[in-house]
């Protein structure tokens, strides 16, 4: 019959029936089990004499223990360990060690004679710190550390020869050891989301390495030798402070190049003639401000996403790209491509483009003809912009004030777009109210703009208002007349709190609020915005994500990424909206 576990044994129970299946498979898995120690026994299983051998039993064949397999796979993921035993050593032929999601502070340096381990996994714990002796692991292929506290490694990183995975990121790395270098099995490596401000220029010695991500830190350049890796396949450098691309002359083989928000100006033939592979190339978030021809040279081209730069003008031949499928172009101040095609989607947008080729031939640099008279568009106001494209623009001229000629010029002529951006603009111009009748986009965007005038207010036909890259902390209530409202981008300005009059601006179907201070939202007050699909809080203070956000079941897209909330974590963030909440909705105390 069933025997009792002697009385004397500490620690929570774990049932002797998964200890005899450990002994016989060689695994033992004690996952969410409210551990906060390992029972000694666990340690010691392949060691003790079984209890079932001190029974006066009959064995059967299949339970000869003294044929016991020694255990070479252990997962106590998901409990509340705070520290490893030293007795781990008992346990040699461990191949796989899984303590993921506990609070370890720190690990045993007898971790370091499992010579027989290939896959420690210790994510998502409290480590601050490495044992050096874990440097001796000369099997290992697979570590995984990513979400902890770590600041610095070991020198002797570079003695891990084997390794093909390592994962790093969610630590508060500043800088990477040198002995990288030696790492030449590595194929994936992820530096997301740390502090590192460059990257060894050594690292391109690591010649197996296929993905490299160093998403989320404080690059400035890349180093030129990264260039030469020969089997890089997909490179992340997404939410840094480059300034450029590098130029990748051996990376023959990279098929997906992230670079957006960052702060890339030029975008170079150099970078792109030898990407032959590339299919995937993602720049959004940056201030291009022109596309080289030479991209018709990425013949693999599948995803292209260009959406807010400063793009101007596209080379037609774009259109020609042979497999491209997804071409995102918003944001963008494009003179010779319409908002309304632009939300078409690609293969509308494709077509037009391949429809003007000709176009491009007759005037390749789009140089205008020599006359004896003056351009309008060569003057200080473009009337051909105000009378066709309906266009008031006076933007990227460093100026404090719109001179009055600009409101001068547009007399009876209705004006639909207003681009006011890129100046050192304090205050809204008041005599934008004069446009109220016919304006409906208006573009505010990297001013130093502190609040928003009630002469905007007055704008009644507004539907788009990108007032990004200010000094706003507030909006007034009178903006609940901009009942037309749909999108309002309010990122990198100073909120501290989520505009309260937004909840009464029912029509609106985006807000980008990302990169400011804001620290709570009202989800029941969301929720009456029944129009709403896109709300973006990235990169605020948010200690808490209100279950009830759940309920808000128009949002198509929520980004919550780069706050200091706990739940939900970034594996359920990565999953995307709908996963995110459906997870919200769950939590709803009932």
Same mark, same amino acid.
């Given at each position: 019959?069933?025997?009792?576990?002697?009385?004397?044994?500490?620690?929570?129970?774990?049932?002797?029936?998964?200890?005899?299946?450990?002994?016989?498979?060689?695994?033992?898995?004690?996952?969410?089990?409210?551990?906060?120690?390992?029972?000694?026994?666990?340690?010691?299983?392949?060691?003790?004499?079984?209890?079932?051998?001190?029974?006066?039993?009959?064995?059967?064949?299949?339970?000869?223990?003294?044929?016991?397999?020694?255990?070479?796979?252990?997962?106590?993921?998901?409990?509340?360990?705070?520290?490893?035993?030293?007795?781990?050593?008992?346990?040699?032929?461990?191949?796989?060690?899984?303590?993921?999601?506990?609070?370890?502070?720190?690990?045993?340096?007898?971790?370091?004679?499992?010579?027989?381990?290939?896959?420690?996994?210790?994510?998502?714990?409290?480590?601050?710190?490495?044992?050096?002796?874990?440097?001796?692991?000369?099997?290992?292929?697979?570590?995984?550390?990513?979400?902890?506290?770590?600041?610095?490694?070991?020198?002797?990183?570079?003695?891990?020869?084997?390794?093909?995975?390592?994962?790093?990121?969610?630590?508060?790395?500043?800088?990477? /050891?040198?002995?990288?270098? !030696? &790492?030449?099995?590595?194929? *994936? @490596?992820? #530096? %997301?989301? $740390?502090?590192?401000?460059? =990257? +060894?220029?050594?690292?391109?010695?690591?010649?197996?390495?296929?993905?490299?991500?160093?998403?989320?830190?404080?690059?400035?350049?890349?180093?030129?030798?990264?260039?030469?890796?020969?089997?890089?396949?997909?490179?992340?450098?997404?939410?840094?402070?480059?300034?450029?691309?590098?130029?990748?002359?051996?990376?023959?083989?990279?098929?997906?190049?992230?670079?957006?928000?960052?702060?890339?100006?030029?975008?170079?033939?150099?970078?792109?003639?030898?990407?032959?592979?590339?299919?995937?190339?993602?720049?959004?978030?940056?201030?291009?401000?022109?596309? /080289?021809?030479?991209?018709? !040279? &990425?013949?693999?081209?599948? *995803? @292209?996403? #260009? %959406?807010? $730069?400063?793009?101007?003008? =596209? +080379?037609?031949?774009?259109?020609?790209?042979?497999?491209?499928?997804?071409?995102?172009?918003?944001?963008?101040?494009?003179?010779?491509?319409?908002?309304?095609?632009?939300?078409?989607?690609?293969?509308?947008?494709?077509?037009?483009?391949?429809?003007?080729?000709?176009?491009?031939?007759?005037?390749?640099?789009?140089?205008?003809?020599?006359?004896?008279?003056?351009?309008?568009?060569?003057?200080?106001?473009?009337?051909?912009?105000?009378?066709?494209?309906?266009?008031?623009?006076?933007?990227?001229?460093?100026?404090?004030?719109?001179?009055?000629?600009?409101?001068?010029?547009?007399?009876?002529?209705?004006?639909?777009?207003?681009?006011?951006?890129?100046?050192?603009?304090?205050?809204?111009? +008041?005599?934008?109210?004069?446009?109220?009748?016919?304006?409906?986009?208006?573009?505010?965007?990297?001013?130093?703009?502190?609040?928003?005038?009630?002469?905007?207010?007055?704008?009644?036909?507004?539907?788009?208002?990108?007032?990004?890259?200010?000094?706003?902390?507030?909006?007034?209530?009178?903006?609940?007349?901009?009942?037309?409202?749909?999108?309002?981008?309010?990122?990198?300005?100073?909120?501290?709190?989520?505009?309260?009059?937004?909840?009464?601006?029912?029509?609106?179907?985006?807000?980008?609020?990302?990169?400011?201070?804001?620290?709570?939202?009202?989800?029941?007050?969301?929720?009456?915005?029944?129009?709403?699909?896109?709300?973006?809080?990235?990169?605020?203070?948010?200690?808490?994500?209100?279950?009830?956000?759940?309920?808000?079941?128009?949002?198509?897209?929520?980004?919550?990424?780069?706050?200091?909330?706990?739940?939900?974590?970034?594996?359920?963030?990565?999953?995307?909206?709908?996963?995110?909440?459906?997870?919200?909705?769950?939590?709803?105390?009932?």
């Amino acid at each position: 019959a069933g025997f009792r576990r002697p009385a004397a044994e500490p620690g929570p129970a774990v049932p002797q029936g998964l200890i005899r299946a450990a002994r016989k498979s060689g695994q033992l898995n004690l996952s969410g089990r409210n551990l906060s120690e390992v029972p000694e026994h666990v340690w010691r299983i392949n060691l003790d004499t079984p209890e079932e051998a001190h029974q006066n039993l009959s064995f059967g064949a299949a339970d000869r223990w003294w044929e016991q397999t020694d255990l070479t796979k252990l997962i106590l993921a998901s409990n509340k360990l705070q520290c490893l035993s030293e007795d781990v050593k008992l346990l040699p032929a461990l191949t796989v060690l899984d303590v993921h999601d506990n609070q370890l502070t720190s690990l045993p340096s007898a971790l370091g004679q499992l010579e027989n381990l290939q896959k420690l996994d210790v994510s998502h714990n409290k480590l601050k710190s490495i044992p050096e002796e874990l440097m001796q692991l000369s099997h290992l292929k697979s570590l995984l550390l990513h979400h902890n506290e770590l600041s610095h490694l070991p020198d002797g990183f570079g003695q891990l020869v084997n390794l093909e995975e390592l994962d790093l990121s969610n630590n508060h790395l500043t800088d990477i /050891p040198t002995s990288f270098a !030696l &790492l030449i099995n590595l194929v *994936r @490596l992820n #530096l %997301a989301c $740390n502090q590192l401000k460059n =990257l +060894p220029a050594d690292i391109s010695a690591m010649k197996s390495l296929r993905q490299l991500d160093c998403t989320k830190n404080y690059l400035e350049t890349v180093p030129s030798k990264l260039a030469t890796m020969a089997s890089l396949e997909q490179l992340y450098l997404r939410k840094n402070k480059l300034r450029s691309l590098p130029e990748f002359p051996s990376c023959k083989l990279l098929k997906e190049l992230h670079a957006g928000e960052n702060q890339i100006e030029i975008l170079n033939a150099e970078n792109l003639k030898h990407l032959n592979s590339l299919s995937v190339l993602e720049l959004r978030d940056n201030k291009i401000k022109s596309v /080289p021809d030479e991209i018709t !040279l &990425l013949q693999k081209l599948e *995803r @292209l996403d #260009l %959406a807010n $730069n400063d793009i101007s003008r =596209l +080379p037609y031949r774009l259109g020609n790209l042979p497999q491209l499928k997804f071409l995102a172009l918003e944001g963008n101040p494009l003179r010779t491509i319409r908002r309304d095609l632009l939300q078409k989607g690609t293969q509308e947008l494709l077509k037009y483009l391949r429809s003007k080729i000709q176009d491009d031939v007759t005037s390749p640099n789009e140089e205008p003809p020599v006359t004896a008279m003056t351009l309008p568009s060569e003057s200080r106001i473009n009337m051909h912009a105000i009378t066709s494209l309906k266009l008031l623009e006076y933007s990227e001229k460093q100026a404090a004030v719109i001179p009055d000629e600009m409101f001068n010029a547009v007399r009876s002529n209705p004006v639909a777009t207003v681009n006011f951006s890129k100046n050192q603009l304090n205050e809204i111009p +008041p005599r934008i109210v004069e446009l109220k009748d016919s304006v409906c986009d208006v573009n505010l965007g990297f001013n130093k703009i502190s609040s928003i005038s009630l002469e905007l207010c007055m704008l009644h036909k507004l539907t788009h208002l990108d007032i990004r890259n200010n000094f706003l902390t507030s909006l007034p209530e009178e903006m609940e007349a901009l009942t037309r409202l749909q999108v309002i981008n309010l990122s990198f300005n100073r909120f501290k709190v989520f505009p309260s009059v937004l909840y009464h601006i029912v029509a609106l179907e985006t807000i980008l609020l990302s990169n400011n201070q804001v620290g709570s939202i009202d989800p029941l007050q969301l929720k009456k915005m029944d129009k709403l699909g896109t709300l973006d809080l990235q990169n605020n203070d948010l200690l808490q994500v209100p279950p009830e956000l759940g309920n808000c079941e128009t949002l198509r897209t929520l980004l919550l990424e780069g706050n200091p909330f706990r739940t939900p974590r970034a594996a359920i963030l990565a999953k995307g909206t709908a996963a995110v909440l459906e997870y919200l909705r769950s939590r709803i105390p009932t």
